[in-house]
C-alpha cells in the first residue's frame, strides 16, 4: 500500500488518531506479517477477545502495508462525527437480519474485487468461551470465499484483553501492554470450490475456518486449544459477519 494513496482521512486517522495512541498502550509482537499478501483481495478471519482488538488487528494489517476494512454495527454510522469518519475510512455497515445484510455483501463483493482487504471476525462478537479461545462462528466469511474465491487468511490475536477484559469489563490504562498477533497462509477451501453455498456446506467451511484460526491462537499462546469449537450461547445465526 503506497502510504501517498490513502488520502487525508485515512492517512489522518492511522496517523494521527490511532497509531500514537497503540504506539504507547500496546507492546507489539508482530509475527508472520509475509502471510498477508501485499496486493490483490483478501478475507482475513481472527478470533475475537476483546472489543479492543479490532484496533490492534487494524494496527497489525496497516503495519503489513494494507488498508483493512472492517465490518460493523450500522448503528454505528448514525453516530454523529463516528459515522462520518467511518465512511470517509472505508469501513462497512450492517444491519443485523434484514434484507440490508445482503447489500453489505455486495460492498464486501466488490471491494475484494477492487484488490481489498476485508475483515471478518466469523464469531460475530466477543467469544464467550471462559478461557477466550475462539467460539463456532457464522457463516459469513464462508459465503464471502465462496461467492469470490478470494484467500482467506487466519488471524490470531493475544492480548488486547488484558487492555479490556469483556469478561470482567475492566480497561486498564497501562502502558505497553503486551500484545501478539501472527496470520497464517491462506486456509485450504478447495474442497469447496464450485460448490453450492447451502446451509451445509457454509457449516463445514465455516468450521473448518473456525479451527484454523483456534490452531493458530494455540501456537500464539502456546498452548492446546480445545478438541472442539466452543458453543455460543443461544440461536446461531448466519449473518456475514461483523467487527
Known amino acids: ?7 487525508f482521512w485515512r492517512r489522518f486517522v492511522a496517523v494521527v488518531l490511532c497509531i500514537p495512541v497503540l504506539k504507547v498502550w500496546t507492546k507489539r509482537t508482530w509475527l508472520a506479517m509475509e502471510n498477508i499478501p501485499p496486493s490483490g483481495g483478501i478475507i482475513v478471519v481472527p478470533n475475537h ?6 484496533l490492534v488487528v487494524a494496527h497489525y494489517i496497516y503495519g503489513a502495508g494494507r488498508w483493512p476494512r472492517f465490518l460493523g454495527k450500522a448503528s454505528l454510522w448514525r453516530v454523529p462525527v463516528m459515522g462520518s469518519l467511518l465512511r470517509k475510512v472505508q469501513q462497512i455497515p450492517v444491519e443485523r437480519g434484514s434484507v ?3 447489500k453489505s455483501l455486495d460492498v464486501l463483493i466488490d471491494a475484494l474485487h477492487q484488490g481489498g482487504v476485508v475483515v471478518i471476525y466469523p464469531e460475530g462478537t466477543t467469544t464467550k468461551d471462559p478461557d477466550l479461545w475462539p467460539m463456532r462462528g457464522k457463516t459469513g466469511a464462508a459465503r464471502l470465499a465462496l461467492v469470490t474465491g478470494a484467500p482467506v487468511i487466519p488471524l490470531a490475536n493475544w492480548g488486547a484483553e488484558r487492555i479490556f477484559d469483556p469478561r470482567t469489563g475492566r480497561l486498564s490504562l497501562r502502558p505497553r501492554v503486551p500484545v501478539t498477533v501472527t496470520s497464517g497462509k491462506p486456509i485450504d477451501l478447495t474442497r469447496w470450490a464450485g460448490a453450492t453455498p447451502g446451509r451445509a456446506v457454509l457449516d463445514e467451511m465455516t468450521e473448518h475456518i473456525m479451527l484454523e484460526v483456534q490452531r493458530l491462537l494455540g501456537e500464539l499462546r ?9 458453543e455460543r450461547p443461544g440461536k446461531r445465526a448466519g449473518a456475514a459477519g461483523e467487527a
Not at 500500500?1 to 488520502?7: D, E, I, S, Y
Not at 477477545?49 to 479490532?54: A, G, L
Request: no cysteine.
Open 1 to 7: 500500500m503506497a502510504r501517498r494513496k490513502l488520502g
Open 49 to 54: 477477545v476483546s472489543h479492543f482488538d479490532p
Open 100 to 102: 440490508d445484510a445482503v
Open 222 to 230: 502456546g498452548e492446546e486449544p480445545p478438541a472442539g469449537l466452543y
